[in-house]
């Protein structure tokens, strides 16, 4: 069982920046690809991006330039950073990390941003 542990959502303005982790309980999965996704109010859950291995990092159009996924130092972490962020970036955030035949999701958190 891999439990999967976000932090770092918040509120912010236009413009600003946030920075969410998730965080892996058990083996060295550094190797293994991990997604985030988001969820807006009323709305399906979308893929953001996902990185696989030490760096190789893909974002969906509608972050790409403005969202960065990268690997932590910790242990099977992995970091979304978000800036430039829009009102329309406002959504409950997950990551995902599928393993074994299963998809394992983090707790989801929020982030909203403001005009």
């Known amino acids: 069982q891999v439990q999967l542990v976000e932090s770092g959502g918040g509120s912010v303005q236009t413009g600003g920046s946030l920075r969410l982790s998730c965080v892996a309980s058990?083996?060295?999965?550094?190797?293994?690809?991990i997604y985030w996704f988001r969820q807006p109010p009323g709305k399906q859950r979308r893929l953001v991006g996902s990185i696989i291995g030490a760096d190789a990092a893909g974002y969906s159009e509608a972050v790409s330039g403005r969202f960065t996924i990268s690997r932590g130092h910790a242990k099977n972490s992995v970091y979304l950073q978000m800036d430039s962020l829009k009102p329309e970036d406002t959504a409950v955030y997950y990551c995902?990390?599928?393993?074994?035949?299963?998809?394992?999701w983090g707790q989801g958190i929020q982030v909203t941003v403001s005009s």
């Open positions: 995902k990390f599928p393993l074994g035949g299963q998809d394992y």
């Open positions: 058990g083996s060295d999965y550094s190797a293994n690809v």
